[in-house]
């Protein structure tokens, strides 16, 4: 069961977008350094289609896009939730995720944007040219990595 935190509503986590952020508790990955050390916990309110709903039906037409921040303890919820937008609601779908990979058990076909790879502090995050992380865009089934495009609309 997923669980968030809080939420916002952004305009850098996702480029050109409009974002519903959702920060995501239960975060498994305990990166050294972590700007959002209160999201490892176990707390907050249950995030499921219904709670999802009332956030957007609050929004309207200024979101366009919805971003799950984390989600690695679940990331077939995670997948659920964005197939769910998808089906419902005329908005893209983000996931930004600590982990590598995405877990061979979930499909990417549900996201529009999936940031991948763990925050490393020596090498920064998505808006430094030494990251290790990587953000892409998800077309037809494959990965384009858009990392660079990404630096230049944050710096």
């Given at each position: 069961m997923l669980r968030f935190i809080n939420y916002d509503i952004v305009f850098q986590e996702i480029p050109n977008e409009v974002t519903l952020a959702l920060n995501i508790s239960n975060c498994p990955n305990?990166?050294?350094?972590?700007?959002?050390?209160?999201?490892?916990e176990d707390a907050g309110t249950i995030l499921n289609e219904n709670s999802l709903a009332g956030l957007l039906e609050r929004?309207?037409?200024?979101?366009?896009?919805?971003?799950?921040?984390?989600?690695?303890?679940?990331?077939?919820?995670?997948?659920?939730?964005?197939?769910?937008?998808?089906?419902?609601?005329?908005?893209k779908t983000g996931w930004y995720s600590g982990k590598n990979n995405i877990p061979d058990d979930c499909s990417i076909d549900c996201f529009n944007y999936i940031k991948l790879g763990p925050y490393i502090k020596r090498l920064g995050g998505l808006k430094s040219a030494t990251t290790n992380q990587r953000f892409y865009r998800v077309e037809n089934g494959n990965m384009i990595d858009i990392t660079k495009n990404f630096f230049s609309i944050l710096n």
């Open positions: 305990r990166c050294e350094g972590c700007h959002s050390p209160y999201l490892m929004y309207g037409n200024a979101v366009t896009c919805v971003c799950f921040m984390g989600g690695d303890s679940s990331p077939q919820d995670v997948g659920q939730l964005a197939a769910f937008l998808q089906q419902n609601y005329s908005v």
